[in-house]
């Protein structure tokens, strides 16, 4: 099997979703929870960026048994200091070093030239190399950058010995096929581009986020990054959860899987929901709360019939307990049966035509139709309102 490495940044990424801010706790919470779900590497923070940042990646770096832990850093020394002291007591210490590459970033943000550019990150790693033996270094906004340039930039990253080459979509701008073109220039191109593991890391900014994701994989990628529920800067990072089911439903397109513990999914979205305050939408794919909720009366006689008619993954799969059969105007005879057969009520065909008809009035005046709407309706006690 080809196995798609799990780069989680919930923690870094995730936590620059604008008004999310975790303590140490609410991190090692968090981290306990990663490892659980099975993520191969767990990017904990951003060292440089505050005491407390530091002090909290640290608290995970010594918690955290299986999993490789990260801090992040821009390519200066200081930095790097900051990454070495917060991973110290970890088991398996990594730094992620990046500086930007883009000419728009050359130019506005660094007001450096390419050379500058090349030689800034090369210094970068050479000292962090006397420290660390696992290094990833990100292209920041590698999506807007020269294809040249990337395989320059990548070729002394490679030379360097690193052994991760991030390209990061950091603004979410490209479309799969862009993507993932990169992922093959940079294969065909880049001397001893074997030597290193390619990752992918996309921004939601046009909502192409997974999909282009998916493309770096089809083109090669070996480690994808993301965020559970796909939070994140902006229009937020590559949902988790979203490729590693994609990944799982469609092996036989991809031919490729993470190693997640999959029944762990539904816990991570609900905890990292609950501890960043940032609420799932009902559509969310795979996490949402309607993501196995059905309420047309077509969709749920087919689910009553066979579940595979409207559902492509179980719910079982990412640690739900069923499918939701909601009722509401669009629902039909057959759940509205099936419900109250589940509520313990056997109606004979003219009882039933007659609760059917009220449970229909009333629909039209709510958005979903409770057990206790129902129980009132059977025992006729509805009060028409
Ligand atoms: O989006 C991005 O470019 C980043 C880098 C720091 C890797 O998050
Ligand atoms: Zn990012």
Redesign the pocket.
């Known amino acids: 099997m080809r196995k798609i490495y799990v780069f989680d940044t919930t923690l870094r990424?995730g936590e620059q979703s604008p008004g999310v801010n975790l303590n140490t706790r609410e991190k090692l919470e968090i981290a306990y929870q990663l490892e659980k779900l099975g993520i191969d590497r767990m990017e904990a923070g951003f060292p440089a960026a505050s005491p407390g940042d530091l002090a909290a990646v640290n608290a995970v770096a010594k918690a955290v048994k299986n999993v490789t832990v990260i801090g992040?850093s821009r390519s200066r020394e200081q930095d790097i200091d900051a990454v070495r002291e917060a991973l110290i007591g970890a088991q398996d210490p990594c730094i992620h070093i990046?500086l930007a590459t883009s000419p728009i970033h050359r130019k506005h943000k660094l007001r450096m030239e390419k050379q500058q550019v090349l030689e800034t990150a090369q210094s970068a790693l050479r000292y962090a190399k006397k420290y660390f033996s696992k290094i990833e270094f990100?292209l920041?906004?590698a999506g807007r950058t020269e294809l040249d340039f990337m395989v320059e930039m990548v070729s002394m990253a490679v030379n360097e010995g690193v052994k991760v080459v991030?390209v990061?979509d950091?603004v979410g701008y490209l479309n799969p096929a862009e993507y993932g073109a990169i992922f093959k220039h940079l294969k065909d191109n880049v001397p001893d581009i074997e030597k290193v593991q390619l990752s992918a890391?996309c921004?939601n900014d046009l909502g192409m986020a997974t999909a282009n994701t998916l493309a770096a994989i089809q083109n090669g990628a070996d480690q994808i990054e993301g965020t559970i529920n796909g939070i994140g800067e902006r229009a937020g990072n590559t949902a988790i959860e979203e490729i590693a089911m994609a990944l799982e439903t469609r092996y036989e397109f991809f031919g490729a899987k993470t190693s997640l513990n999959l029944s762990e999914i539904s816990r991570t979205s609900r905890l990292v929901s609950k501890l960043t305050g940032m609420v799932v939408p009902g559509n969310k794919a795979i996490v949402g709360a309607n993501a196995f909720a059905h309420e047309s009366g077509i969709h749920q006689d087919g689910m009553l019939k066979e579940k595979t008619t409207y559902e492509i993954m179980t719910p079982e799969t990412i640690g739900l307990k069923e499918s939701k059969l909601v009722l509401g105007k669009h629902s039909g005879r057959h759940a509205f049966r099936e419900k109250l057969l589940d509520m313990g009520y056997e109606l004979d065909e003219q009882q039933l035509n007659q609760a059917f008809a009220r449970f229909k009035v009333l629909a039209d005046k709510k958005k979903e139709v409770s057990d206790d709407d129902i129980m009132a309706l059977v025992e006729e006690k509805l009060v028409d309102t």
């Open positions: 990424d992040l990046f990100s920041e906004d991030n990061p950091t890391h921004h």
